[in-house]
């Protein structure tokens, strides 16, 4: 029972790069989303999916690109890593129906951009 | 969806229950109030969720006042394993996004 599994881990970038952060889920969840935390801080939502093909920002979007070819895979993807982006990525999914789903979260990556 | 308010950090004694208050004085009468607790850099794990009737599961009660201005999340004998950042959010039914406020840190102390 995998879940919501998120690779790689760790990653450090140097300012500039480019990366995509995986997310995969095998519950067969329409719901997929990102988010980011710093610090001390809770969790910011970046962007979402309600199904393939669909996407949506969420509170913090610039700076990071997303796509959903597929009910499994929500790829975030770092167009040009900056030292602000230095956080953790949490990837989280459910279901969609009456809205009471409850949100099954990856264990996180770990990025620091240098 | 609502904002919420919480106290930033609470302690409890191991095997005693830990009774961490909410407020959300302007939820909507179709915002459900969920909590969720994160142990130390894990991901977000779901307790518990309700509209306005109390509910209890294996890990947690939730007791939310008659007009649903804020709640309680009660553990029921708190273990040391429960130390963790819990997170208060009210939410619509009709969305699955949840935005996290800064939480409560709780310290379960033996």
């Known amino acids: 029972n995998a879940g919501v599994t998120q690779t790689p881990k760790f990653q450090v970038l140097k300012t500039g790069q480019s990366m995509t952060l995986q997310c995969a889920q095998d519950?067969?969840?329409?719901?997929m989303s990102w988010y980011r935390q710093d610090p001390g801080m809770g969790l910011r939502l970046i962007h979402y999916?309600?199904?393939?093909?669909?996407?949506d920002q969420g509170e913090v979007p610039n700076g990071y690109n997303v796509s959903r070819s597929t009910t499994e895979d929500f790829p975030l993807r770092l167009l040009s890593a900056a030292p602000s982006q230095t956080s953790v990525y949490f990837c989280?999914?459910?279901?969609?129906?009456?809205?009471?789903?409850?949100?099954?979260f990856g264990s996180g990556t770990q990025l620091s951009v240098l | 969806d609502a904002k919420t308010t919480q106290p930033p950090s609470m302690d409890c004694a191991e095997g005693r229950a830990a009774n961490l208050p909410c407020n959300h004085s302007t939820i909507s009468g179709n915002e459900y109030v969920y909590w969720y607790r994160q142990i130390h850099s894990q991901g977000p794990q779901y307790i518990i969720h309700g509209l306005k009737n109390n509910e209890t599961n294996e890990m947690a009660s939730l007791i939310i006042t008659e007009d649903r201005k804020s709640s309680t999340l009660i553990l029921p004998h708190a273990t040391l394993r429960d130390t963790a950042v819990y997170y208060c959010i009210v939410r619509v039914a009709a969305g699955n996004k949840l935005v996290f406020g800064a939480g409560t840190i709780l310290r379960v102390k033996s």
């Open positions: 519950m067969n969840h329409e719901y």
């Open positions: 989280a999914s459910s279901y969609v129906g009456t809205g009471m789903e409850k949100l099954f």
């Open positions: 999916s309600v199904g393939a093909g669909i996407t």
